[in-house]
């Protein structure tokens, strides 16, 4: 596609269930980024994938997080047993930047969970 | 830790004045900083970025403005228009790292 895809947009789940969040990211770029826009919060970065190198997982919140990248393309984000604290828009980016040249991330629409 | 700080969480100005948000960092190693406008329900898109070698540069009615050595950059809008209503967010980054600030909602009124 043109753009950055996201799914679900929404998401509304129960207290203690999982959930999987999908990114496909705009073809060719190699860098994918999430982070989550809390109520009133501004961006919080969560990971970073750049093509084959270990991810940057410095962001995470916790151990119930964890996000993986399958063949340089797609990626999800996991979010174990939530909590309601978890709400939050979760945002996907991606960029064609490589090593330190930057360029500006091309974000999708975001899922936003809800946790009842 | 914030390394980035937009402290005015709402700014509204009327239709043809100038818009200038602005935006604090603490980490000397950031060498890029963006400036990105988010419209409900859609995600950030990109607006205009300035290189730490810079103090200034300008793309139609949008100019960013650098201080490198107060740690501080703005974006200005003129004239502000009432579509450019909308939550600004600023970033900043080195390398790989790319930090946001909370964002400030702009508000043009016609």
């Known amino acids: 596609g043109a753009g950055v895809s996201q799914s679900p947009s929404n998401k509304v789940t129960e207290k203690g269930k999982d959930v999987e969040l999908r990114c496909d990211p705009i073809?060719?770029?190699?860098?994918l980024y999430w982070y989550r826009q809390s109520l009133g919060q501004g961006l919080e970065f969560l990971i970073y994938f750049q093509g084959n190198s270990a991810p940057d997982k410095s962001g995470l919140p916790s151990d119930r997080f964890s996000a993986e990248r399958t063949g340089g393309s797609v990626s999800t984000l996991t979010i174990q047993r939530t909590q309601q604290e978890d709400s939050a828009v979760y945002l996907c980016?991606?960029?064609?930047?490589?090593?330190?040249?930057?360029?500006?991330?091309?974000f999708g629409n975001g899922t936003r969970l809800t946790v009842t | 830790d914030q390394q980035v700080k937009q402290n005015s969480p709402s700014l509204s100005v009327q239709e043809g004045r100038i818009s200038i948000l602005n935006c604090d960092y603490t980490?000397?190693?950031?060498?890029?900083f963006l400036w990105y406008k988010k419209y409900p329900a859609e995600g950030p898109t990109f607006l205009i970025s300035?290189?730490?070698?810079?103090d200034k540069n300008e793309d139609g009615r949008f100019t960013v403005f650098l201080n490198k050595s107060a740690k501080h950059l703005s974006l200005h809008i003129v004239p502000s228009q009432p579509g450019d209503s909308a939550v600004y967010f600023c970033a900043a980054s080195y390398g790989n790292d790319m930090r946001f600030g909370a964002g400030t909602r702009l508000t043009v009124k016609p």
């Open positions: 073809s060719g770029h190699t860098a």
């Open positions: 300035i290189s730490s070698i810079k």
């Open positions: 980490n000397s190693m950031f060498d890029y």
């Open positions: 980016a991606s960029s064609s930047h490589t090593g330190s040249y930057n360029s500006p991330l091309h």
